[in-house]
């Protein structure tokens, strides 16, 4: 081999080089923005998961339940749903429409008025059909009030929420 092939092999690498480059670039790009819920409030990448309900979701979503005692949750709580599902929230519509996202409030205190009282967020959001069909398409998260996700599975929360009265309007226990 001469020196001027040489460089001319260096100068175009083969075809399958720079197809295995690119696909490296595409698939590293991928792992670090891209992230699939495992359960435990991280992904399958290692990222923590972002909770499905915004910083202020205060100040955009509907109050659907004011602060009560609950027994099945310790201590007062408060029930939020974005604009996408509020009206059918209130409404009783089964199934709520798919982008709905509920935010129940769990305070440590005897109202829900202070935010240091804060003890956890549980959440769900309605995904597309097939996302969890035993389960009516709901994904669910509980979060702690640093907003980290605590866990992203239904396993805390579903035997309560598959008895007939909550199924009756689509997992929903609360009422308005």
């Known amino acids: 081999m001469t020196l001027r ?32 819920p495992t359960g435990d409030g991280m992904g399958d990448n290692g990222n923590a998961i972002d909770p499905v309900f915004p910083a202020n979701y205060r100040e955009t979503f509907t109050e659907v339940r004011d602060c009560r005692f609950s027994s099945s949750h310790p ?66 998260q509980d979060v702690l009030p640093d907003r980290t996700v605590l866990n992203d599975t239904k396993a805390r929360c579903i035997a309560c929420h598959q008895v007939d009265a909550c199924l009756a309007r689509d997992y929903m226990c609360t009422t308005p």
């Open 75 to 140: 201590g007062m709580i408060r029930v939020l749903v974005n604009d996408i599902g509020a009206s059918a929230y209130l409404n009783d519509q089964n199934p709520l429409p798919v982008g709905s996202i509920i935010v129940k409030e769990t305070f440590e205190g005897t109202t829900c008025e202070n935010t240091n009282e804060l003890s956890l967020w549980s959440a769900m959001r309605k995904e597309a059909a097939g996302f969890d069909p035993v389960d009516a398409d709901w994904y669910w």
């Open 5 to 36: 092939s040489w460089r001319i092999q260096v100068a175009r690498p083969p075809h399958r080089v720079m197809l295995l480059v690119g696909a490296i670039l595409v698939l590293s790009v991928g792992a670090v923005t891209c992230s699939v």
